[in-house]
């Protein structure tokens, strides 16, 4: 789904005087970042994604334009700078927003306009029906995540903000994505942000607990804007102090909140945040380089020479072929398949009435982990 003409424009007010969309062109800090966005160019950035995809957000997910781009503050923060560019390249917001959180690669815009199709056939619903329903099915942001540990953080407590949830009844809440100086207390939590400001999460870990239920029953911790599954989180007895851990996903993309309570029983909820699940972050690749070795290359010949193998663990990246030799000249580089270990080669043609000495190594790279 392209991105329609937008009727709106991003306004430097109550509601999206954000850091990420007016106020970062003037943030504090280096004039430009490692990986090559000044603050004034990611916030140029910002105000391009909301301005291009707003309308469509507002329209096909019923998501108010500047709640969504208060939500967006601190993934445009945070976006790896070529993902963001990335994203703007592309043709649906559901590849976009994939893109900006670092799993454009596994969701292609022919992916997205096929399933919004395939959904549309099927169930025979208008467009907006089936770009919703589309969304969900892709599940761009669920595969392939990264758990994240964080010191445990109250994010709710009912007793402080709220009151009781009433009997047979739910309540929504905000797990993540608070901008950077926004706490929890709103909803009863700390006054900080958890450390889960600027995460891009596919799914939180929460530790839920009943405080005083008035009579025995159970809650249910679900995604936001999902229908209530029929599953108990946690069961409890009348007037009882109860918890369990939790593992709900975030709505992709980001709504007003982003988990829902449903009660049972009229009662009071404490919500500490445990840890996120988030794609995988770029990582810059551990490199090191390989010796050179030193070949002699017969006079008035063309031959190759493979290069040193890299190490255990590493792979080669970048054949380095050099010499000092006048009349000799390289005839190229690259893997030899027949080689053990995959290894490269340097060819040379040696157009000198001498033997001639030639160099060759290896850059070797690996992805950093165990």
């Known amino acids: 789904m392209t991105a329609s003409p937008i009727p709106m424009r991003v306004r430097c007010g109550a509601a999206v005087a954000l850091l990420a969309l007016c106020g970062l062109s003037h943030a504090a800090g280096p004039a430009r970042e490692e990986g090559g966005l000044s603050p004034a160019e990611r916030g140029a950035l910002a105000r391009d994604f909301v301005r291009k995809w707003g309308h469509y957000v507002g329209k096909v997910y019923d998501i ?7 939500r967006m503050v601190p993934t445009f923060v945070a976006a790896d700078p070529q993902n963001f560019r990335a994203a703007l390249g592309r043709e649906t917001f559901e590849g976009a927003l994939a893109q900006i959180n670092g799993t454009g690669h596994r969701l292609s815009d022919d992916r997205v306009v096929n399933q ?36 445990p953080c109250r994010i709710v407590d009912t007793r402080i903000a709220g009151g009781k949830i009433p009997a047979n009844s739910s309540r929504n809440f905000v797990g993540v994505a608070i901008s950077a100086g926004t706490g929890f207390a709103f909803q009863g939590g700390s006054s900080t942000d958890c450390g889960v ?32 599954p029929l599953a108990a ?18 709505p992709n993309p980001l709504g007003l909140t982003d988990f829902t ?19 995988p972050q770029a990582t810059s690749f551990d490199c090191i380089n390989t010796t050179v ?52 080669f340097c060819a040379w043609q040696n157009t000198t009435g001498g033997n001639q000495t030639v160099f060759g190594g290896n850059v070797c790279c690996r992805v950093p982990g165990r």
């Not at 309570?261 to 794609?279: C, E, L, M, R, T």
């Open 64 to 70: 108010p334009v500047d709640a969504w781009a208060r």
């Open 116 to 151: 919004f199709l395939r959904e549309r056939s099927a169930r025979g619903i208008d467009a907006k029906a089936a770009a919703r329903a589309g969304g969900k099915a892709l599940g761009s942001t669920t595969g392939d995540l990264v758990y994240t540990a964080v010191t």
């Open 197 to 228: 400001a600027a995460v891009g999460a596919s799914a939180i870990a929460v530790n839920v607990t009943a405080v005083s239920p008035s009579i025995a029953g159970y809650a249910t911790v679900y995604k936001s804007g999902d229908a209530r």
């Open 233 to 250: 989180s946690v069961n409890y007895t009348s007037g009882a102090i109860v918890n369990n851990t939790v593992v709900v996903g975030i």
């Open 261 to 279: 309570i449903y009660s049972f029983a009229q009662s009071d909820y404490v919500v500490d945040i445990v840890g996120y699940f988030s794609p």
């Open 293 to 344: 070795s030193t070949f002699t290359i017969n006079a008035n010949t063309t031959n190759f020479f493979n290069n040193p193998t890299c190490p255990a663990g590493y792979r080669a990246t970048t054949p380095y072929c050099w010499t000092a030799a006048t009349g000799v000249y390289s005839q190229g580089s690259g893997y030899n398949a027949n080689a053990s270990g995959n290894a490269t």
